[in-house]
Nanobody, 125 residues
Framework: QVKLVESGGGSAQAGGSLRLSCTASGRAFSDHVMGWFRQAPGNEREFVSAITWSGVLKYSESVKGRFTISRDNAKNTVYLQMNSLEPEDTAVYYC???????????????????WGQGTQVTVSS
């Protein structure tokens, strides 16, 4: 059974930092795009960042310069370092893996087949 499990969520003050981790089991995703999405109550799931196996990166404009995505293929793990947090970053953050081995980063949640359960990030002003 394929599972993606996020960890590292919690609360932080504006300007603070959090580091999210996502570890996959049941399948190797070393050649798949892996990324992070977030969803606030009442909103659609929003692309945050993604990374290919070779290190091609993509960020949404709202987090560029503040968040950093990385991955460790040996550990089947992807990370999201979140710095300079803002209250607008408050959401449930989901780890996701593309269903197909690819070097093309896509931003639509519909194109990712594997999802974690989500981890809450709350940023206070």
């Amino acid at each position: 059974q394929v599972k993606l499990v996020e960890s590292g969520g919690g609360s932080a003050q504006a300007g603070g930092s959090l580091r999210l981790s996502c570890t996959a089991s049941g399948r190797a995703f070393s050649d798949h795009v892996m990324g992070w999405f977030r969803q606030a109550p009442g909103n659609e799931r929003e692309f945050v960042s993604a990374i290919t196996w070779s290190g091609v990166l993509k960020y949404s404009e709202s987090v560029k310069g503040r968040f950093t995505i990385s991955r460790d293929n040996a550990k089947n793990t992807v990370y999201l370092q979140m710095n300079s947090l803002e209250p607008e970053d408050t959401a449930v953050y989901y780890c996701a893996a593309d269903s197909t081995a690819s070097e093309i980063v896509r931003v639509s949640a519909r194109l990712y087949n594997y999802w974690g359960q989500g981890t809450q990030v709350t940023v206070s002003s």
